[in-house]
């Protein structure tokens, strides 16, 4: 199954919490909360490269499955981050106490991130 495509914000539960334990400021997170979030994905075998454009905002990362990388954080910050695949519509990354969980469903994705006992999740669907 390839995630490679355009996939539109649905959904999103506890937004607000995660982006200020992040460190997001205020005025960030209320700005971001109601922002359409489009997610582009392109899958080529074992290398992924993920744009996050929301508002203005634009949050990009490549990684290769198995492989270290540098990825930038919600927050701007850059850290070392694994991501592991598991099944083949199941993509499990870890970057600085953060878990990160991406399922691919059919047409929709549901990415799930948690920061100790913390859980943010967003819904996204293929446009």
Same mark, same amino acid.
């Given at each position: 199954?390839?995630?490679?495509?355009?996939?539109?914000?649905?959904?999103?539960?506890?937004?607000?919490?995660?982006?200020?334990?992040?460190?997001?400021?205020?005025?960030?997170?209320?700005?971001?909360?109601?922002?359409?979030?489009?997610?582009?994905? #392109?899958?080529?075998? &074992?290398?992924?490269? @993920? $744009?996050? !454009?929301?508002?203005?905002?634009? %949050?990009?990362?490549?990684?290769?499955?198995?492989?270290?990388?540098?990825?930038?954080?919600?927050?701007?910050?850059?850290?070392?981050?694994?991501?592991?695949?598991?099944?083949?519509?199941?993509?499990?990354?870890?970057?600085?106490?953060?878990?990160? #969980?991406?399922?691919? &469903?059919?047409?929709? @994705? $549901?990415? !799930?991130?948690?920061?100790?006992? %913390?859980?943010?999740?967003?819904?996204?669907?293929?446009?």
């Amino acid at each position: 199954m390839s995630f490679t495509g355009k996939y539109e914000l649905q959904s999103q539960e506890n937004f607000e919490p995660f982006m200020k334990a992040l460190g997001l400021p205020d005025e960030k997170i209320q700005k971001g909360k109601d922002l359409k979030s489009i997610t582009e994905i #392109v899958q080529d075998g &074992n290398k992924f490269k @993920i $744009t996050v !454009t929301t508002g203005s905002k634009v %949050l990009h990362n490549e990684f290769t499955i198995g492989e270290e990388c540098e990825m930038e954080m919600l927050s701007g910050e850059k850290v070392k981050g694994l991501v592991q695949m598991e099944g083949n519509n199941r993509l499990i990354g870890t970057v600085k106490g953060l878990k990160s #969980v991406s399922e691919l &469903n059919g047409d929709t @994705i $549901t990415h !799930t991130m948690t920061m100790g006992d %913390l859980t943010y999740k967003r819904v996204s669907k293929r446009i």
